[in-house]
């Protein structure tokens, strides 16, 4: 009987992690890792500011003007992300720049020149400070966001007779959409408790999907403290996220699951989230798919509820579309075959330890490359 736990924080904050990091100071042998973020973040800019760009048609163009359409759609992109007072002052940059020095007048006694190179630098300087401190607020107030976002979901795992829970998650901004939870609910008098498993993914990323997870976090624990059935639980949040999407532009993804430790009865409905995987002891795995579509798209949408038995070394994996869409270096994504044998590979052992080892089998496949989601992960294990 025990409980094993993983927290979406550090164990350790001084030492060097996977990636080459290292919160103070930077060790020479980190350099190369150092090197490969760097380049992972150029890249990951370079997609950002082209990501309006259609690369089939700029393949059948010849390498000249190929060039040049990139040049333009990437110059294009830089000046809508900037206010217009700024795009004339980066646009003025770079005419003075390219003006170099002019010589206004020159005789034998005396020359007079302008350095507009100079002047272009001092405006590119104070564009660069004006973002800087725009992105250093933005940040700070990311930072407070995801400090309260922290709060919303569990530090630790609660005990879990012959059995453990251990989560993860890694935000791929610094607020996240994903959402993860385990508690204990009063289910009436006969049947005084049950255990709560819930992931979840807002669509969308950053602070909108942040927003909307701390809207169904809060729902979603109002409801369970009310003692209701998981049908009616499902049809109320629905109903709720039906009426804040957006006209379905902001649906919610999750599957809710309550688990009887004195029968060992696993009961989940799944609101169009990825299947949760069922790993049996002997190695053969079961995908957990019953329920309906997405919340929030049709408030009158009906959700099945389904039920397997759990049995000694069972394990149940909870996670979000950002495991699988995770990308290596080459742009591969990691994909459900890759994933599935990884589950079907767990070795013996407690919630923690399948935990580590699936996050090790992603961060290997993944490398330095910046991620374009929210990645979370919960396993739930019996002894």
Known sequence: MGTTTSSNRPADTAATDKRGWRPAGINVRNVPSLSKQFLAE???????????????????MPLPRRIIFIVRAFFRSVLSKLSPARRLFLVAALVFYFLGRVQLFSNS??????????????????????????????????????????WLVPGEAPAVPGGG??????????????YYDAFY??????NPEKLMLVIADVAGKSVPAALLMATFQASLRTLAGQGISLERMIHLLNQYASEHSM?????????????????????????????????RAN????????????????????????????HSGDAVIFYTDGVIEALNQKGEELGEPRWRAAIIALPIGSAKDSLEFLMHGVDEFVGPTRQHDDITCLVFRLN
């Open 283 to 310: 190695g053969e795995i079961d995908f957990l798919s019953i329920g309906g579509i997405p919340l929030g798209i049709d408030v009158g949408s009906q959700y099945e509820i389904a039920s397997v038995d759990l």
């Open 247 to 279: 006209q379905g532009s902001r649906f919610t993804t999750a599957v809710l699951a309550e688990f009887d430790p004195t029968s060992n009865k696993f009961m989940y409905v799944n609101a169009g989230h990825n299947p949760l995987i069922l790993r």
């Open 109 to 150: 006694s005396a020359k007079v020149e302008i350095d507009f190179q100079f002047f272009g630098f001092l405006i590119l300087f104070t564009l660069l400070v004006l973002e800087l401190s725009d992105r250093v607020t933005m940040k700070r107030d990311l930072e407070i966001a995801r400090e309260i976002q922290k």
């Open 42 to 60: 150029a890249h990951a800019g370079y997609s950002f500011y082209t990501q309006d760009v259609d690369w089939d048609a700029v393949k059948q």
């Open 165 to 178: 829970i251990a989560f993860a998650t890694r935000p791929q901004n610094s607020v996240a959409g994903d």
């Open 185 to 190: 609910i009063r289910a009436g008098d006969q």
